[in-house]
């Protein structure tokens, strides 16, 4: 089972949207609603950001959002703060053996 | 709130078993709205889904063909905790090791992560 593909890297000015795609295939993210989003500082547990492709759990800044088309998740910073930069990692169940799949990470940041 | 605290050795000599706990608070390894899970991360491999185990009337447990016949994963209810044994290991086996709960399709809690090193 192969990774997601994410950008290795994406940056932005404090203030500014950034986008973090996430591209799988008809066996993971465009066949299931299961995406999930991370965002993972260096020495500390990752943290759910996005479930259900655009779902954001209690307590999550509503400037993340999340979407997806087709076979392409989609990850979105609004409003860019210096606390954002991190990891962020996709995720979606499979319908392989390996049941769930990360993506290959983006560093975001901040300029 | 939920929290998952690890422990376990940081350094295993090759061939040797891998042993990690991850004990939960604030919910139950008996729940039967949560899937408990062992991710581990390493510069080659990135974020990898090794296994579950689960309560649904009775336990159940899976994990990852790559380590399907290597791989332990247990709950231990009186201790509200549970385990991952990797048997075998080799130098590919190095990585950050973590727990975590499923709920809602998402890894909702992690544990802090534990760096595994193998070497001799």
């Known amino acids: 089972q192969s990774a997601l593909t994410q950008p290795a890297s994406v940056s932005g000015s404090p203030g500014q949207s950034i986008t973090i795609s996430c591209t799988g295939t008809s066996s993971d993210v465009g066949g299931y609603n299961f995406v999930s989003w991370y965002q993972h500082h260096p020495g500390k547990a990752p943290k759910l950001m996005i479930y259900?492709?655009?779902n954001r759990p209690s307590g999550v800044s509503n400037r993340f959002s999340g979407s997806k088309s087709g076979n392409t998740a989609s990850l979105t910073i609004s409003g860019l703060q210096a606390e954002d930069e991190a990891d962020y990692y996709c995720?979606?169940?499979?319908?392989?053996?390996?049941?769930?799949?990360f993506g290959t990470g983006t560093k975001v940041t901040v300029l | 709130q939920v929290q998952l605290q690890q422990s376990g050795p940081g350094l295993v000599k090759p061939s040797q078993t891998l042993s990690l706990s991850c004990a939960i608070s604030?919910?139950?390894?008996?729940?039967?709205?949560?899937?408990w899970n062992w991710i581990r991360q390493s510069p080659s491999r990135g974020l990898e889904w090794l296994g579950r185990t689960y309560y649904r009337s009775k336990w159940y447990n899976d994990s990852a063909v790559s380590v399907k016949s290597r791989i332990i994963i247990s709950p231990d209810t009186s201790k509200n905790q549970f385990y991952l044994q990797i048997y075998s290991v080799t130098p590919e086996d190095t990585a950050v090791y973590y727990c975590?709960?499923?709920?809602?399709?998402?890894?909702?809690?992690w544990g802090q992560g534990t760096m595994v090193t193998v070497s001799s």
């Open positions: 259900g492709v655009s």
């Open positions: 604030g919910d139950s390894v008996s729940s039967n709205s949560a899937t």
């Open positions: 975590a709960s499923r709920r809602d399709n998402a890894f909702d809690i």
């Open positions: 995720s979606s169940y499979t319908s392989s053996s390996t049941h769930y799949v």
